[in-house]
């Protein structure tokens, strides 16, 4: 999904070109599809539990039109000072997601922008991929490699 900070209005989902392509090839490969997501604008009040609820059905929505359906979507609603367990880089989403379902740590991979996300992936012992959408972007501390697509991301881990 097209990164848009505090999104709360589900018309403005857009995904990256290639994305569903990219997840349907995981998704036939035997991956599961989970996403983890801090949302932080729920504690800043910025948008509501329904609102993001909207946010996500339209997510998967536009997933599903390609053919792919996410495992599940874990999201932490905390802000960056409530010193919860669940926000990242903290693992509690990673925790709950391997209490959800049977995962393999050590053959996983978190793929993000930003650096809680590849710093989420080392606390984790993940696998870590840098999606880098801007020419400007720079590789972050933890990445095992960066990609500018979803298809290079499938290239480089499925081969």
Not at 1 to 28: H, I
Not at 103 to 125: F, P, T, Y
Request: proline share 4%.
């Amino acid at each position: 999904m097209v990164n848009c900070p505090y999104l709360s209005d589900p018309s403005r989902v857009a995904l990256f070109a290639g994305a569903v392509g990219g997840l349907r090839r995981f998704r036939e490969a035997g991956w599961r599809l989970i996403v983890v997501s801090n949302q932080s604008g729920l504690a800043r009040g910025y948008f509501t539990r329904e609102q993001l609820s909207a946010v996500t059905d339209r997510l998967a929505e536009l997933l599903a039109a390609g053919g792919v359906v996410l495992d599940a979507i874990y999201y932490c609603p905390h802000g960056p000072d409530d010193g919860c367990d669940c926000r990242k880089p903290r693992l509690g989403m990673i925790e709950a997601a391997c209490r959800d379902f049977a995962i393999d740590l050590a053959k996983s991979w978190m793929v993000g922008d930003k650096a809680a996300d590849l710093e989420l992936a080392q606390n984790a012992h993940l696998h870590a991929a840098q999606f880098l959408p801007k020419k400007d972007s720079q590789l972050l501390p933890g990445a095992e490699f960066a990609v500018r697509s979803m298809t290079e991301l499938v290239s480089r881990i499925l081969g």
